[in-house]
């Protein structure tokens, strides 16, 4: 039996990735968002714009609008797999991720050419985590980072992208915290996106990515 299903899902995540790597250095600009958009942070009951950066891992939140033509993609759950890591705990598989280099162009650098990456999106109650099961990344030139991040899509425009980290081992690069704050159920679809990132203290993307994948 055929699985139009399939068929349906291959095209929608081609439309998000032709979205993706359609912006442009005019479309990487800060803006406020609506107060519709934001509802709010743990401490202080609701999200603001101004980044809360840790220093010691360069954690960072910020928020960037990119205009594009209207896509979305359905973020399927699919059948939760429970996973035990040989702790008290217990993770349930709600997503994964097959992250690819996605052709030329300047929003892709040529260092991740024939790269790629696995990773699953883990929630163990209301915590969930991105953990990377298979990785096969370039390592950054000097003076640059690998940081992954959560796009969040909708109504075919990229509302946030929320940095979980910088991948520092390549070989094993872990799992990385999802922020408390990140909601992906408030979005059409959401990618995870490896970028390089430059050591220059700017916290926005630097609109210049290895690898990319949706979650489904």
Do not use: C
């Not at 401490?43 to 603001?48: G, M, R, S, V």
């Not at 991740?112 to 990377?132: H, I, Q």
């Not at 050591?199 to 290895?210: L, N, R």
């Amino acid at each position: 039996m055929s699985d139009d299903n399939d068929f349906d899902l291959n095209a929608e995540e081609a439309e998000l990735d032709a979205i993706l790597r359609s912006m442009s250095a005019d479309d990487l600009q800060l803006e406020t968002p609506p107060d519709s958009v934001w509802g709010g942070i743990a401490a202080a009951a609701e999200k603001t714009l101004a980044p809360v950066i840790d220093l010691r891992s360069r954690r960072r939140q910020t928020a960037i609008r990119w205009t594009a033509a209207a896509a979305a993609i359905a973020l399927v759950a699919g059948f939760a797999v429970v996973l035990t890591n040989g702790s008290d705990s217990t993770d349930v598989e709600v997503a994964s991720a097959e992250l690819l280099y996605l052709g030329d162009g300047p929003d892709f650098d040529p260092v991740g050419e024939g790269r790629s990456a696995n990773v699953t999106l883990l929630a163990d109650g209301e915590d969930e985590v991105v953990r990377f099961e298979l990785s096969d990344l370039p390592s950054a030139a000097d003076g640059n980072d690998l940081e992954l991040w959560l796009i969040g899509v909708t109504d075919g425009e990229i509302e946030i992208i929320q940095t979980l980290g910088v991948v520092d081992d390549l070989s094993n690069p872990g799992s990385f915290d999802v922020p408390d704050d990140f909601d992906r159920s408030a979005y059409d679809a959401v990618a995870v996106d490896i970028s390089i990132e430059p050591q220059d203290g700017v916290e926005a993307h630097s609109g210049v990515s290895i690898v990319r994948g949706n979650l489904t």
